[in-house]
């Protein structure tokens, strides 16, 4: 399996997972909410549904257009800080699957 199946593989167990956990939206943000220049359109979306409704569409895009991938990529901080008062665990898969997709972007991925 090459890089861009397991990302593509990871993006799947994230969807499973955020969908468990009811963090997965049936509904998009307001168009507004799409014009966010800020990092992780954190003035205008959820963590969730930045990664929901932005990240994890432009992953499968980029890897269907077998462009060059992002490198020394990093999401997993952000969430473990939004998640950070998880007391009772519920998050720990979910962070688990964020940390190992960051991994597949410590160096740069050329599309297939």
Do not use: C
């Not at 890089?3 to 963090?23: D, G, P, T």
């Not at 998009?28 to 966010?36: C, D, L, Q, R």
């Not at 519920?90 to 991925?109: G, M, N, P």
């Amino acid at each position: 399996m090459n890089i861009e199946q397991r990302i593509l593989e990871k993006l799947e167990h994230l969807e499973a997972e955020m969908k468990a956990q009811s963090l997965w939206d049936e509904v998009p943000p307001s168009s507004e909410a799409f014009e966010s220049v800020e990092p992780f359109a954190i003035d205008k979306m959820e963590a969730a549904q930045w990664l929901q409704w932005i990240l994890i569409p432009r992953l499968n895009e980029m890897i269907d257009q077998g462009v060059t991938l992002p490198s020394n990529f990093a999401i997993a901080p952000y969430f473990e800080e939004v998640y950070k008062d998880d007391e009772d665990g519920k998050f720990i898969a979910f962070l688990d699957h964020l940390r190992e997709l960051d991994s597949y972007f410590q160096f740069t991925v050329t599309g297939g």
